[in-house]
């Protein structure tokens, strides 16, 4: 889906470009980066999967809000990365493909099947989301 189908689709609108609000979000995805880390060292696994996610989800949408456009509807998470495959030439595809699965996983995880996210798993779920959060800061800055 491109753009203008995202828009009259009514996934994503217009808004004013903004690098407050997409330094806002930003602080967020810091802010859940670091409780991420903290809930590792707890061995809370699931809860880390989930932040990670989090942290991913509020830079993305940080970045939508710097290139002028906020995602609307039911399905926001959804649609959110449905606007990040519009700009696959600055995000790789396997980026956007890794927020989606973790965007599923994390609604399992939360709504279906506590308790299965491994260490292994969390782990990696803190690296990806540091390395999309970083992309995410060098584009809007």
Do not use: C
Request: hydrophobic share 35%; no cysteine.
């Amino acid at each position: 889906m491109n753009l203008e189908e995202l828009l009259s689709k009514n996934k994503i609108r217009g808004i004013k470009p903004s690098k407050e609000k997409a330094s806002k979000n930003l602080k967020i995805a810091e802010r859940d980066l670091k409780a991420t880390k903290d809930l590792y060292k707890h061995e809370n696994y699931d809860w880390v999967l989930i932040t990670s996610y989090n942290a991913m989800l509020q830079a993305a949408r940080a970045y939508m809000f710097y290139k002028g456009y906020a995602p609307r509807g039911p399905h926001k998470h959804l649609s959110t990365v449905q606007f990040l495959r519009t700009f696959e030439n600055t995000f790789e595809e396997l980026t956007i493909d890794l927020l989606d699965r973790v965007r599923k996983r994390r609604h399992a995880t939360v709504y279906d099947q506590p308790e299965t996210v491994s260490k292994t798993e969390a782990k990696k779920s803190i690296d990806r989301a540091e390395k999309f959060v970083e992309k995410v800061k060098n584009e809007i800055n």
